[in-house]
């Protein structure tokens, strides 16, 4: 008895408490669109049931029991966050418009540099070519059937840096298409083209102890006209390939990054001093002073000597052939001595140690390794 009076009173009560009709709004605590309980609307009512819907998706629909506590009804002390809906416009191009989102992410970082998403596809690849049809067709229908087409301004919808949902920057961004399919060109070919050895060259500077200057970085460093024209022509072949012109600030940013070594190597070179080397050979000496006078002509060699007082020899392996119970190798012998030398190059404010290597080639003394990196420090 006491059962049936239970249920009997569950039934009078649960349509006086539920005063909701369809079509009503009501809260719908999902974790969606970045915020706990967002706005939806009453679609049916079915007995103890009601099926609310939080989005135009087919798949943002639920069917919850009346009072479960995922449902709030009623606009009380509602989320100022909570999603608001589309207008018509809105509706109609999400339905339609969203196959032009990749399209728009490409060039947005172009438009407005908030925007980060990128991954701008190679210029004239099939995929550009996809992107500024794509554009195109999109900018017509911005000045046809979505006329007036604003940015869906919800929360929940609008992120940082990011397009989605921002309609009426989709179609700016489709309006000025042709400026910036120049401006993705040169960026993107930006990354495709690189200086070759120079970034790799400035962090060896960094990056060992002492600051090493590579030739080329000190080129970049107190030669910059003449290393920029020498690196600008280099890279216009590169750039042409992809029917655009060098941009530029194309070398800026390796510049501003030889500025910063440079006062390191002029804040720390004078505390620095050559340390002799305890050997000298007067045949490798002469052998060397003029390989150096080739290398960096006008350079004055202020002190030099030798780390041993023999030659090294060092063995290496050719492979000729194999048989089953032998592999088969040609040994060669070579001898070399390894110094340091302190320099004094025109142009360069300071002296500079660079390490040295000469080999033996029938019985003649032959540099192997001459030039390169430099340590900057006094000339003493």
């Given at each position: 008895m006491k059962t049936l009076i239970a249920r009997l009173l569950f039934l009078v009560l649960v349509p006086a408490a539920y005063s909701q009709k369809v079509g009503d709004e009501v809260r719908y605590q999902c974790f969606c669109f970045g915020q706990e309980w967002v706005r939806a609307t009453v679609e049916r009512i079915d007995g103890g049931n009601v099926r609310v819907r939080y989005g135009n998706m087919d798949n943002q629909v639920v069917?919850?029991?009346?009072?479960?506590p995922k449902l709030k009804i009623g606009n009380a002390a509602r989320n100022p966050l909570e999603s608001i809906p589309p207008d018509s416009i809105q509706k109609a191009f999400m339905n339609e418009g969203s196959r032009f989102g990749n399209a728009v992410r490409y060039f947005a970082p172009y438009f407005d540099p908030q925007f980060t998403e990128g991954g701008t596809p190679v210029p004239d690849s099939a995929q550009w070519k996809n992107t500024v049809a794509e554009l195109a067709e999109l900018d017509q229908l911005c000045n046809t059937r979505f006329r007036g087409l604003t940015d869906y301004n919800s929360p929940g919808y609008i992120r940082p840096g990011s397009t989605d949902y921002r309609f009426g920057v989709w179609c700016q961004i489709a309006a000025n298409r042709v400026s910036l399919e120049k401006k993705a060109r040169i960026g993107v070919v930006k990354t495709l083209v690189n200086l070759g050895y120079t970034e790799e060259n400035l962090n060896f500077g960094f990056n060992e102890p002492e600051n090493p200057i590579r030739w080329e970085t000190q080129q970049l460093i107190w030669e910059r006209e003449k290393w920029r024209a020498e690196k600008l022509a280099w890279l216009r072949p590169k750039y042409a390939v992809y029917k655009t012109e060098v941009p530029a600030d194309a070398t800026a940013a390796a510049e501003a990054r030889a500025d910063q070594l440079k006062a390191m190597v002029l804040r720390d070179a004078p505390g620095r001093s050559y340390k002799q080397p305890p050997y000298r050979d007067a045949s490798v000496e002469s052998v060397v002073k003029t390989a150096l006078a080739k290398e960096y002509p006008g350079a004055q060699v202020i002190k030099i000597g030798l780390d041993y007082r023999t030659w090294v020899q060092r063995q290496s392996l050719d492979y000729v052939a194999s048989d089953d119970l032998f592999r088969y190798y040609k040994v060669s012998y070579n001898s070399y001595k390894r110094g340091t030398v302190l320099l004094k190059i025109p142009n360069r404010p300071l002296c500079q140690m660079q390490d040295f290597v000469v080999g033996l080639s029938g019985g003649k003394v032959v540099p192997a390794?001459?030039?390169?990196?430099?340590?900057?420090?006094?000339?003493?």
């Amino acid at each position: 008895m006491k059962t049936l009076i239970a249920r009997l009173l569950f039934l009078v009560l649960v349509p006086a408490a539920y005063s909701q009709k369809v079509g009503d709004e009501v809260r719908y605590q999902c974790f969606c669109f970045g915020q706990e309980w967002v706005r939806a609307t009453v679609e049916r009512i079915d007995g103890g049931n009601v099926r609310v819907r939080y989005g135009n998706m087919d798949n943002q629909v639920v069917t919850l029991p009346i009072n479960s506590p995922k449902l709030k009804i009623g606009n009380a002390a509602r989320n100022p966050l909570e999603s608001i809906p589309p207008d018509s416009i809105q509706k109609a191009f999400m339905n339609e418009g969203s196959r032009f989102g990749n399209a728009v992410r490409y060039f947005a970082p172009y438009f407005d540099p908030q925007f980060t998403e990128g991954g701008t596809p190679v210029p004239d690849s099939a995929q550009w070519k996809n992107t500024v049809a794509e554009l195109a067709e999109l900018d017509q229908l911005c000045n046809t059937r979505f006329r007036g087409l604003t940015d869906y301004n919800s929360p929940g919808y609008i992120r940082p840096g990011s397009t989605d949902y921002r309609f009426g920057v989709w179609c700016q961004i489709a309006a000025n298409r042709v400026s910036l399919e120049k401006k993705a060109r040169i960026g993107v070919v930006k990354t495709l083209v690189n200086l070759g050895y120079t970034e790799e060259n400035l962090n060896f500077g960094f990056n060992e102890p002492e600051n090493p200057i590579r030739w080329e970085t000190q080129q970049l460093i107190w030669e910059r006209e003449k290393w920029r024209a020498e690196k600008l022509a280099w890279l216009r072949p590169k750039y042409a390939v992809y029917k655009t012109e060098v941009p530029a600030d194309a070398t800026a940013a390796a510049e501003a990054r030889a500025d910063q070594l440079k006062a390191m190597v002029l804040r720390d070179a004078p505390g620095r001093s050559y340390k002799q080397p305890p050997y000298r050979d007067a045949s490798v000496e002469s052998v060397v002073k003029t390989a150096l006078a080739k290398e960096y002509p006008g350079a004055q060699v202020i002190k030099i000597g030798l780390d041993y007082r023999t030659w090294v020899q060092r063995q290496s392996l050719d492979y000729v052939a194999s048989d089953d119970l032998f592999r088969y190798y040609k040994v060669s012998y070579n001898s070399y001595k390894r110094g340091t030398v302190l320099l004094k190059i025109p142009n360069r404010p300071l002296c500079q140690m660079q390490d040295f290597v000469v080999g033996l080639s029938g019985g003649k003394v032959v540099p192997a390794g001459v030039g390169g990196s430099g340590t900057f420090m006094r000339c003493e």
